[in-house]
Each structure stands twice: as structure tokens, then as C-alpha cells.
């Protein structure tokens, strides 16, 4: 098994069994930005070596997915699960949008298995974080004067990921491969092990989301693994649509599988202040997050290999 899953693992048992142990919040929010500028550079500086043309139509691709996506799980969490509108609402933006953690994970097990995939993921997951909160928000709140768009267009647009994950990329970008290598040893060398502190927090957080479950029974936890798996097929229905390699159809069904924890909450706080945090939480941390980390990743590469074979034949 991988060490940063092992790092994941023993947060989350350490969590479980009520240890003291924890990252301080200024070693976090340290490791939570060079995670995220890293992944940002390193696309960046693929970037420099493509014409945006050429990308523009996998970026509107993507973005329908990011409303689509929403528009599925909402209603299945609104009547099969029978949750209020603004609950079921929130959960369904949690679920169009993405986890860099998981792609930093996913781009880790790749890289350790020699998998390549399209280097302008990072630009692709950027694009994904913002679809999902505004279709949340009109399932929430329909389209009234109510929602202040400007609050939240400064709260997706400028939240800290977002600006991160973004300003990674033009740095990587306008400084190309040549001006970057300075750089490369706290980024690009280091990403492994930033990214084992920042999955040994992530399953201390987990563990935290475990009591939600409990109280809200099963329908979450089938919710939280079966949604990833409808999503997976759509994003590597869509990866083969767009001709991307097989790595790249894996990568973008694990951004479709993946929910957000990070950037659909804030969101969420302040435009659907009615929505219970725990319920999302609960699924998207408490249960897709470690399926993703510990079995997802796997079976979307199997799964994209197996499509490619398909549509080769």
C-alpha cells in the first residue's frame, strides 16, 4: 500500500480511538497551500506549452458535467432520501464539485505507477470547483433577488483555494519550465511528503464526521459511495468523448467521484445558512473521501483501461 494512504489511515485510527494527536492550524494551513500552488505550478508550466484554444471546448465540457452532476444527485437526495430542499441542495453542490485532495492523491498513485495523464488536469479541476455551488444555490433558493451575488461570486472566485489553486497556475505559467526549477525542490520534490502530513490531518478530520453518520443512518453512506460511482462513469464517458488518454479519462472520473469539503462549504455558509454542514460533511468526508482514497482511485483507472479497450475494439 502507498505511504501517504498509510499516512490517511493512521490519522483516521488515531482519530477514532479519541488521540490527542493533531497538526497545528498554522502547519496545516501551511501544507493545505503548498499542496494546492504545487498542483497549480505544475500545470501551469504544461500550460505554457499549449494554446488555450485548444482547450477551451474540454473546459466548457467539464463545466456542463459540474451542472450536471448537481441536477442528478439533487432530486435522488430530495425523494429517495428525503432530505429538506436546502439539505438535499447543498449535498448535491458538494457532489458537482471536486477534492484536490483526491486529485493530489490520484496524481500521486499515477506518478508511483508511472501512469501519465494530460497536464492540464489542473486547470480542468479548477474549472470544476465552480459550477456546482451556483447550481446549488438556484436548487436552494431558485432564482430570486434573494441570493447576493456578489457576496458569493467574491466567495467562490476569491475563497482561498480557488485564488491558490489559480495563481499556481499563471506563476507556473508565465515562468515556464525553464524559470520554475529553482523553485522545484519545496514543490515538486517535496509534494509527497506535504501530501502525507496533509492526508494524516485529513483523517484526523474524518474521524471527527463518523458521530453524523451514525445519527443519520445508512442512506448517507450509500449515497456517499454510490454517487461517486454514477459520477465515475460520467466522467470517463466524458474523457472518452473528449479522446483523452487513459490516464486522463481516469483522472477526470476521479474528479467527477470526488465531492468538495473545502470550497461548497463556505459557499454554502453564507448563501444557504439553513443547510446543515454535518450532513454534507458527513458524506463527502466521512465516507466518499476515504472510499476515493482507498479503493476509488483503483477501479476508475480500471474502469477508464477498460473503456479505452471497448472503444479501441
Known amino acids: 500500500m502507498d505511504p501517504i494512504i498509510l499516512f490517511f489511515l493512521l490519522g483516521l485510527t488515531a482519530g477514532l480511538l479519541r488521540s490527542e494527536l493533531r497538526l497545528p492550524a498554522a502547519v496545516y494551513d501551511l501544507v493545505s497551500m503548498l499542496l494546492l500552488l504545487a498542483i497549480g505550478m505544475k500545470g501551469g508550466v504544461e500550460l505554457a506549452k499549449q494554446s488555450f484554444g485548444e482547450l477551451l471546448p474540454q473546459m466548457l465540457a467539464v ?11 439533487f432530486p435522488v437526495l430530495r425523494y429517495a432520501g428525503r432530505f429538506k430542499r436546502a439539505d438535499a441542495a447543498s449535498i448535491a453542490a458538494h457532489y458537482g464539485s471536486v477534492s484536490v485532495a483526491t486529485y493530489a492523491v490520484a496524481a500521486a498513485w499515477f506518478a508511483s505507477r508511472q501512469i501519465e495523464f494530460e497536464a492540464h488536469m489542473p486547470l480542468l ?76 490531518e485529513m483523517g484526523l478530520i474524518t474521524a471527527t464526521h463518523f458521530g453524523s453518520l451514525r445519527r443519520y443512518g445508512v442512506f448517507l453512506v450509500l449515497f456517499g459511495i454510490g454517487m461517486p460511482l454514477f459520477s465515475s462513469l460520467v466522467g470517463t464517458a466524458l474523457g472518452c468523448i473528449l479522446g483523452l488518454s487513459v490516464g486522463g479519462t481516469a483522472m477526470l472520473a476521479t474528479l467527477a467521484a470526488s465531492a468538495s469539503y473545502i470550497a461548497v462549504p463556505a ?11 454535518a450532513l454534507s460533511l458527513a458524506a463527502s468526508l466521512g465516507v466518499t473521501f476515504p472510499f476515493n482514497v482507498l479503493a476509488g482511485i483503483p477501479l476508475y483507472h480500471a474502469l477508464a483501461a477498460r473503456a479505452h479497450v471497448l472503444i479501441g475494439g
Do not use: C, Q, Y
Not at 145 to 174: C, M, N, P, S, Y
Open 267 to 277: 459557499a454554502m455558509r453564507i448563501s444557504v445558512p439553513e443547510a446543515n454542514p
Open 63 to 73: 463545466m456542463a458535467m459540474g451542472l450536471l452532476l448537481p441536477l442528478i444527485a
Open 125 to 200: 479541476l479548477a474549472v470544476l470547483e465552480i459550477p456546482a455551488i451556483l447550481v446549488g444555490i438556484v436548487l436552494a433558493r431558485g432564482l430570486s433577488r434573494e441570493i447576493r451575488l456578489d457576496t458569493v461570486a467574491h466567495e467562490v472566485f476569491l475563497g482561498k483555494g480557488i485564488v491558490l489553486l489559480i495563481g499556481g497556475l499563471l506563476i507556473g505559467w508565465a515562468s515556464g519550465p525553464e524559470g520554475i526549477v529553482p523553485l522545484e525542490p519545496l514543490f515538486f520534490d517535496l509534494f509527497k511528503g506535504i501530501l502525507a502530513l496533509f492526508l494524516l
